[in-house]
């Protein structure tokens, strides 16, 4: 019997060629494959990203029309088929006989303000109509904290006045000679929360001041603000909440929610709280006088 070899190497060669040509599709399809995930993982990137800076922009305009309440803000980011767009919900802080919890951690020494009156106007007919104010501070297993409430309030004549308490934790030595409060049993609700540690009732006619000059609701005085000052143990931080009695807490700012849109769909929301602005750290020094002071 006859061999043929030449037909044996051939048909040696013919599945070493395809087994090349296997592996090389294979290798192709994989880089292929490969090839469109990077892409569409660039895409989503890029898509994130202008969804992202549309939601910043957003945030940006709402912050500019602070407290003029007009339309909301609304707009596009970007240009020639690559835009993303931005809408802003903006909620109201205060305005109601709610409880006001501050967002996030407070920071020794880093000063609160809380209106009084519309920031605005500072008119007698604006003003918050109670006489006490609820003071709700500290958090289970946090560093105990002291806080310094200054009240400032003025006459019908435009003369400015102060008056100032410190609350301390009882048993605490952060603040000498200030008014001991006593902690609360765990679970007490105080200003909308359970985990205060601590609540005290601020009598703004009984707070420390000139005798002559007492703060009264009779129409004599129209309340501004106060200055809340926390004195954490260690420099740490702590939590703050207020509560009204008998009236509605005056606005205090503004909650921002932006969400940014691409036109592939890609979504990004973004969220701030911007309070009223108030005066610099530098009027918490000036205004203190033994005088009154006059506009």
């Not at 019997?1 to 599945?15: F, N, S, T």
């Not at 003029?68 to 980011?77: A, D, R």
């Amino acid at each position: 019997m006859k061999h043929c070899p030449a037909i044996k190497e051939k048909g040696q060669v013919l599945i070493v060629v395809l087994l090349v040509s296997a592996i090389g599709l294979t290798l192709g399809l994989s880089l292929a494959s490969r090839t469109t995930d990077d892409s569409n993982i660039a895409t989503e990137i890029e898509e994130s990203s202008r969804a992202f800076s549309a939601a910043e922009a957003g945030l940006e305009a709402a912050a500019q029309q602070l407290g003029i309440f007009g339309p909301l803000p609304t707009g596009t980011v970007g240009s020639g088929g690559r835009d993303a767009k931005y809408n802003v919900d903006i909620v109201e802080v205060g305005g109601t006989t709610s409880s006001y919890i501050f967002p996030g951690e407070l920071y020794s020494n880093q000063p609160i303000t809380v209106w009084l009156n519309d920031y605005r106007t500072q008119s007698a007919t604006d003003k918050y109509f109670g006489s006490t104010i609820e003071l709700c501070w500290g958090e289970d297993g946090g560093e105990l904290s002291a806080f310094e409430v200054t009240f400032y309030y003025k006459n019908n004549a435009g003369t400015y006045y102060l008056a100032r308490e410190v609350y301390n934790p009882s048993g605490s030595t952060l603040v000498e000679g200030a008014i001991n409060i006593p902690q609360l049993a765990s679970g007490v609700v105080a200003c909308g929360s359970d985990s205060f540690t601590h609540r005290t009732t601020v009598n703004l006619t009984t707070m420390k001041s000139n005798p002559l000059t007492q703060y009264n609701t009779s129409g004599t005085y129209v309340p501004l603000m106060l200055k809340l000052r926390p004195i954490v143990e260690n420099s740490g931080t702590t939590r703050l909440g207020i509560a009204p009695v008998d009236d509605s807490l005056p606005l205090q700012g503004e909650e921002h929610i932006s969400l940014g849109t691409t036109d592939g769909g890609q979504q990004t929301k973004l969220i701030q709280f911007i309070s009223f602005p108030a005066p610099p750290e530098i009027f918490d020094t000036v205004i203190y006088s033994e005088e009154a002071l006059t506009k």
